[in-house]
Every structure is written in C-alpha cells, then in structure tokens.
C-alpha cells in the first residue's frame, strides 16, 4: 500500500476521535464519514496522492468535504481543522476516552466541571469523590471506572503503550524514513520489535552516512508533535499520538550490531556479551569486536553477530532470556510459523455481517491473492443483535458459497459462522443447523464482567459442543481498553486437549488473544491453534503478520497451528474434531 494512504488513513482516523470529541458523540454523522473515509482510504486501488479532489469524491465513503481535505494535506502538508481540533483537545485529554465507561460527553463533562484533562487529574477526582458528584456518575460509576483504569495501568507513572497504538506509527515513520537518500537500513527495534503487548516507547534506527539529512527528515515527518532533543546521532521526539520515538543513527556497517543491542532485551544482551568475553571479544552497539579496539569481528548484520557467537540466529520475539540461548545451542528450539507456512484463514466476515465491509467474492478473490488455500466465511451469528444473520441468510450464502467454490476451482471454500457463547453457555441456532456448518467459531462477546467459575463453565460448555472447532479470542480482551475475562485456563485448555476444539490466535493488534501465557500452557497440555485474522474487510487479511508474530513469542512450533497444513489434512482433522 502507498506510503500516502496509510498516512492519510491515520489523519482521518485522529479527525475522526477528535470530532468525536469535539461533539460529543460516538455516532455523529462526521464522525462516521471520517470513519469511512478512513476504510476507503485503505482499501483504496493505488496512490491517493494521484487523484485529484473531484476523483476521491466519486470514491464510495469519501464525500466532497473530505476529499477537499484529504487534497488539502497531500497539498500543503496539513489540515487546518485538524490542527485546530488538536488545540482544543490535547492528546492527554484524548487518553481519557481509552478508559471504559467514559465517552466523549463525560470526558467534556470532566473537564468542564473539574477542570480534569489527563489520567492523573482522573484519579484524583475518583478519589477524593468529586467525580461522583457529578451528573450521571454516582459510586458504581466511580467503582468500574476506578477498577478500569487500575486494571489497564493507566494512571501508573511507568505507563507503557498498547502495541496497537505503537505498532503503526512506528512502521510509518520507518517506511517514510526508508525513502531518504543516503538510508541503506531502518527497522524499529526495543521492546516493539520483540512483539511484547505493551512499550515504553518506540526506538527507530537507521543505518545511513548522512545523519543530518536523515535527522532533518525526521522532525519534517507529519507525525512529530514537539522535538525533546536532537544531537547528531540521536533525536527524541513526541509524536500527534503521545508516543515517544527515539531516532538513532549508526554506520551502515554498525546496523546488524545495532540492531541487536537496541532490539535487547537486556536480559538476552547480557547473555551475548558474555559469550563475546568468552573469546576475548565486546559488544555493543557498533559491532562485535576484539577488546581494546581491536579489528572488527561482525558487525553488518545480525546472522553475522550471531553466528561468531556460535549461534543460530534467535527470532527478535524470542529474546527475553527465557531459555531461547540452551534451546539453539542444543537443538531443541521450535520451528517456529512464517506467514507464509499459514494454509488458511478461518475467521472472516463479510458484508453480510452488519460491521463486514466487502463481499463474499471479494473476500475470497483477495485470499486466493495472498496464496491461501483455503478460507472460512464466519460471518456473525443470529443472537448478536446488532450484526448477526439469520438462518436464511446463512442458507442463501452457503449455496452462493459453493456456487463460488466451483465456479473458481482455486480454493477450498468451508462454511462457517461466528457464534455467541451465551451467559449460560448456550449457542445460536439449534444443534441440527449447527451440524449443517463446515466450521464453527464460538466466542464471548458480553457479560464480560461475571465470576470466574461462570465463565469458566460457559467457555468449556462451548469447547464441548459437538459443531464447534474452535474458540475465537479466548479471553475477550481489548488491549488498551478492556481486560479479558476471569477463567480458570487449566480447566479451558484441558477441555480444548480432550476435545480437539482449536483455540484461536486472533491476529487483531487490539486482541492478539489467547495471550502468550495461554498459548505456552496450551502447547504444554497438547492443544491445537489457530492462526486467524478475523478480517472485517478485505484489507485486514494482511494482519495475519501479527498473529504469527503472537505464535513466534510464545515459541508455538508451527506442526501444532492447523491452519499451516495441507486442506486435505486439515479438513481430515475437522471430520475428526466433529466426530468426537
């Protein structure tokens, strides 16, 4: 995709929570233009910088207003009404929406009333009960939402950021600073680059002679909010988001061993060098190198350090110093997924679905694109209210499903549904319809807030439901902005091990569910996974990087994710999972 439409996606996006903001509610017709402008923008054939105002008007989701001010940007580098949007609604004030129970009215309401405009003012006004005087607050208010921000980490001074909201920004600049002469290397490294859930913030480096062209470029970066400081390696900025983006320049022949160091974690580092003792060596950022000075060992890339520290090179995910080192040098290290090892997809909507933004053909025209085998259609069920599908509907899209199947002859086509697993643990449909399904995903999507013992037992109900094959985003989490359920895991993943019922690795940034502590006990207790990028639109497919970055931290061999193999195995397995 173009550098141009990722970034201009991202503006309209901040128009969008900004607007939000600004009006006070969540469903404002310009909120929701922006939003679909933003899904436009991203899907959109080619570079949205070669069109002109007139042609991304006639774009469906992008009206004229919008197309003025998407020409406006890729004219002059800026948004007069976004920037006067961020004026009045500074990023620290955005950060309250982040917290559950608090939209854009009460987020007005604080500041207005009590002058609160950040995490810390919040939780002093939780505190000393000034929030709960105001209107439509009240203690049970002021518990959930005390209980929120505790469980979110929101107010603590060492906060760290969501990868779903570091992720992004951070491969923009990286692909942005990747166009400037004289850059032979960038990548991000830290804490981002490992795939941990949460980063302090984001460290960029770049390999490249020409540091000051390099640093110039980077504050003109439409992302950068305020400079912290710039010297002539190395430039902390803050960005529009709230994220903190160090820059670090090194030599083109230094970046393998920059790479290493900056990528860490101190942990695994301090196992490297002292393997690089060990032989009478250092390192550091700029190379692997005898002591004193010495001649250079390695330096240019990572496999180069790696390899005359006798080591294989360790996949970035793994580099926590827990047990990765032992595992390479005797051979016992898991082969760990690529995105190119996944087969199919097995959680995908459709415009069917009320939140589905392409359709059926185009869905599946799009994964034969990517090479994949096969590919289920789950679109919701009946009892989600908002978007679910009833039984015609699902029997008219399985005819048009196999019609399309046949009439392509390129990819196996399964018929599935997303289902809800009910407060009690029952399902949509009734058994008989259910067994009429090629493939089931069965996930929470309410109740979130009940006792572990009853989640617990309406997740295993479900697990060992005859029809059902996997368990969509386990525990129901929303990084950043929900935590998942209580369950007793032992319980869960014993039933998924005796039944065959897969749990799903949901590719979602804002999911990325089961966590990687689920996925390391279900590996222990024999458990399938699934791989799936819960794709709402046809653009989203892309994210399966993510939840095989999430497999890859949590050092998942590939042999036991049923979606990397063959359809005719995986498909044997499913008549398996079905039969009991």
Same mark, same amino acid.
């Given at each position: ?8 996606a991202?503006l309209?996006?901040e128009?969008?929570?900004?607007t939000?903001?600004d ?10 233009a922006y ?16 069109r002109?105002?007139a042609?991304?008007?006639?774009v469906?989701g992008?009206g004229?207003?919008i197309?003025?001010?998407i020409r ?8 007069q009404r ?8 500074p ?19 604080l ?5 609160i ?8 006004g ?9 209107p439509?607050?009240?203690e049970?208010?002021?518990a959930?939402l005390?209980?929120a921000?505790t469980?979110l ?22 692909a942005?600073?990747e166009?400037?002469?004289g ?12 795939f ?10 770049v390999?490249?002679d020409?540091p ?6 980077f ?7 305020r ?6 390696t190395k ?15 090194v030599?083109p022949t ?26 009478g ?6 190379a ?6 010495g ?11 790696y390899?005359a520290?006798?080591?294989p ?9 827990g047990?990765?080192i032992?595992?390479?040098?005797d051979g ?8 190119e090892?996944l087969?199919?997809?097995?959680? #995908?909507?459709? %415009?069917?679905?009320?939140? $589905?933004r *392409?359709? @059926?053909?185009?869905? =599946?025209?799009?994964a034969?694109? !990517? ?10 069920a009946e009892?989600l ?26 990819i ?14 029952s399902? #949509?449909?009734? %058994?008989?319809?259910?067994? $009429?399904? *090629?493939w @089931?995903?069965a996930? =929470?999507?309410?109740?979130f807030? !009940?006792?572990?013992?009853e989640?617990t ?6 697990i ?8 969509g ?7 950043g ?16 091990a ?17 966590p ?19 794709a709402?639109a046809?653009?989203e497919?892309e994210?399966?990087r ?6 890859r ?5 590939r042999?036991?994710i049923a979606?990397t ?5 995986f498909?044997?397995?499913v008549?398996?999972?079905r039969?009991g």
């Open positions: 995709m173009a550098t141009s439409n990722v970034e201009v991202r309209l996006k128009l969008a929570t900004l939000e903001l009006e006070g509610s969540p469903n404002a017709f310009r909120v929701r939003q679909n402008a933003e899904r436009a923008v991203l899907t959109l054939d080619g570079d949205v910088a070669d002109s105002a042609d991304l008007a006639k469906k992008i004229k207003s197309a003025g001010r406006e940007y890729l004219d002059t580098g800026s948004i976004l920037d006067e949007l961020r004026e009045k609604h990023t620290s004030k955005v950060d309250l929406m982040k917290v559950p129970g608090l939209g854009p009215k009460s987020v007005q309401l500041q207005d009333e009590l002058g405009t950040d995490m810390e003012g919040l939780a002093v939780l505190e000393d009960g000034s929030v709960a005087q105001l439509g607050m009240g049970k208010t002021v959930n005390t209980e921000i469980k980490g929101l107010t603590s001074k060492d906060q760290r950021i969501d990868i779903a909201d570091a992720l992004p920004p951070a491969e923009r600049i990286v942005a600073l166009e400037v002469e850059v032979e290397q960038a990548a991000y490294a830290g804490s981002l680059r490992r941990r859930e949460t980063i302090g913030d984001v460290d960029v480096l390999g490249s020409d000051t062209a390099v640093t110039d470029a504050l003109e970066l439409g992302e950068v909010d400079v912290i400081g710039s010297g002539e430039t902390s900025v803050i960005t529009t988001d709230g994220l903190q983006v160090d820059l670090r320049i030599p230094s970046f393998g061993a920059a790479l290493v160091y900056f990528t860490g974690s101190k942990a695994h580092n301090i196992r490297l060098r002292q393997r690089a003792i060990d032989r060596w250092m390192l550091n950022e700029y692997l190198a005898a002591k004193d000075g001649d250079v060992v390695a330096s240019k890339t990572e496999e180069d350090v390899e520290l006798e080591l090179w360790i996949a970035p995910e793994q580099r926590e110093d047990g990765e032992e595992a390479a040098l016992s290290a898991p082969e760990l997924p690529v995105v090892d087969r199919g997809d097995l959680h #995908d909507h459709t %415009d069917l679905s009320g939140d $589905g *392409d359709s @059926l053909e185009d869905l =599946v025209a799009a034969v694109d !990517r090479g994949l085998d096969y590919l289920a259609i789950t679109d919701h009892d209210t908002i978007n679910g599908v009833s039984r015609e509907q699902m029997e008219e899209q399985r005819h048009a499903l196999r019609e399309l199947e046949q009439s392509r002859g390129d196996r086509l399964f018929h599935g549904s997303e289902l809800n697993i009910g407060v009690d643990g399902l #949509d449909y009734d %058994d008989d319809f259910l067994a $009429g399904f *090629d @089931l995903v996930s =929470v999507h309410s109740h807030g !009940r006792p572990v013992d989640q037992a309406r997740v295993v109900a479900a060992r439901h005859p029809s059902v094959t996997a368990i985003h386990l525990t129901a989490r929303m990084l902005k929900r935590p998942g359920i209580d369950l007793d895991l032992e319980a869960v993943l014993d039933a998924a005796e039944t065959g019922t897969a749990i799903e690795i949901n590719a979602s940034l804002r999911r990325l569910d089961a990687v502590e689920v996925i390391r006990e279900g590996a222990r207790r024999g458990v399938t996974f699934v791989i799936s990028t819960d709402h046809v653009g497919l994210r399966a993510f939840g095989v970055a999430q497999a931290r949590a050092g998942l061999d042999s036991v979606n193999w063959s359809v005719e195995r498909s044997d397995w008549d398996e999972v039969r």
